[in-house]
């Protein structure tokens, strides 16, 4: 039994819907938000006190589902030592929280930086305001720059920033300038996603009606490739959308590509241990009443079956560029790769889309643009 894991705290606080993003949120108002915070310490008295939790160390937090600091930085740090007081935590504890650039100030991040948070997530997407204002963020180019060196200002010496391709507008110019930004800023880990068109969201209501017009496959393949290009010098892609310097890997995100056990708090967050994963109730208002109520918060529990969690492992862990160490995964599953699957791994290393350097079994690198066809195969 694995008694490390990671620990999520949702906190679905948001400014803006914006155009690929959808998820039930809390408006930016701060009476609500320290009213959901402190239902959280209700939620952590239940879980810190349960046996098999109580055997957990954790080796990261990590704040987000949202934007984290529009709540005051007073109470998140005192939410951060409530959960250090409650749950058994590594020295070097990761302590990631997410943020948007005009969610921070300078006096915000350094209180932020003094109650232990290490690690700052800014969800940058673009430092383009016309691609800003088309993705309905509420932010500014020169506010996501200008978030960077406040938090180097504040003692960060761990900040992580996303950015976003293949968006409507966008062009490889438009990328490439984004990319040579990024370089100049030189966060300590990048994540760069593609845009999904998820349902529910403004930009899936415009695929619907026929007005998105997004990049063309020719032009997100080099998009890709500029990528790849531009960063190899300073950085080390080590997941399909993730890149880092001095080996700054987000650990917590490891957790979940390596399908570790990890324990998720608030409304919608998703917890798995020991094969049991549990979700809780996605509506903040449902999640907080429930609590207050003394009712259950969770709406949806399963037990993976041993092929199950097997599959998962592979499915995540072939995201890294390292792979799954698949003699390591029999031994833990006390199955093998022929049992879950039959020929299918090694008709997919014959053609080509695979590989096996033994231990590690990982996806072919010339393939990664493509890996979710690969993967597909395999859940």
Not at 116 to 122: A, K
Not at 180 to 194: D, F, G, Q, V
Not at 307 to 336: C, D, N, P, W, Y
Request: proline share 5%.
């Amino acid at each position: 039994m694995n008694n490390r894991a990671g620990l999520y705290i949702h906190i679905p606080f948001c400014q803006a819907k914006c155009g690929y993003c959808s998820f039930n949120s809390i408006p930016a108002n701060r009476q609500l938000a320290d009213a959901y915070l402190q239902t959280l310490r209700t939620q952590i008295d239940e879980y810190s006190s349960h046996p098999r939790i109580q055997t957990l160390r954790f080796n990261s937090i990590f704040f987000g589902g949202g934007t984290p600091t529009l709540a005051s930085p007073e109470k998140l740090g005192e939410l951060l030592g409530y959960l250090r007081n409650h749950f058994s935590c590594d020295t070097d504890l990761e302590i990631s929280i997410e943020a948007n650039p005009n969610s921070v100030t300078p006096v915000g991040l350094a209180i932020l930086h003094r109650a232990g948070f290490n690690r700052l997530s800014l969800g940058i997407q673009s430092f383009h305001n016309r691609i800003l204002t088309r993705l309905n963020r509420t932010h500014t180019g020169d506010q996501a720059r200008q978030a960077v060196h406040w938090a180097r200002e504040a003692g960060f010496t761990n900040l992580s920033c996303d950015l976003i391709y293949g968006l409507p507008e966008q062009t490889t110019e438009i990328w490439q300038q984004d990319l040579h930004t990024i370089l100049e800023l030189r966060p300590e880990h990048l994540s760069l996603y593609e845009l999904s068109v998820e349902p529910g969201t403004p930009f899936h209501r415009e695929q619907k009606a026929q007005t998105l017009i997004l990049p063309e496959d020719d032009m997100l393949a080099d998009m890709e490739e500029c990528s790849k290009t531009m960063l190899s010098p300073a950085y080390s892609q080590y997941e399909i959308s993730n890149f880092s310097i001095h080996a700054k890997q987000c650990r917590h995100n490891l957790t979940y590509w390596q399908n570790g056990d990890y324990l998720g708090l608030g409304a919608g967050a998703v917890s798995c241990i020991d094969g049991m994963r549990f979700t809780h109730a996605p509506s903040p208002a449902l999640f907080m009443d429930n609590i207050n109520q003394t009712r259950s918060t969770i709406v949806h529990a399963e037990s993976l079956s041993p092929k199950a969690r097997f599959r998962e492992t592979i499915v995540m862990g072939l995201r890294l560029l390292q792979g799954v160490h698949l003699g390591q995964l029999e031994q833990q599953a006390k199955l093998s790769h022929q049992q879950v699957y039959g020929t299918l791994v090694e008709d997919l290393v014959a053609k080509g889309h695979l590989q096996y350097a033994p231990p590690y079994l990982s996806i072919s690198p010339e393939l990664l643009g493509v890996a979710n066809q690969i993967l597909h195969q395999l859940v």
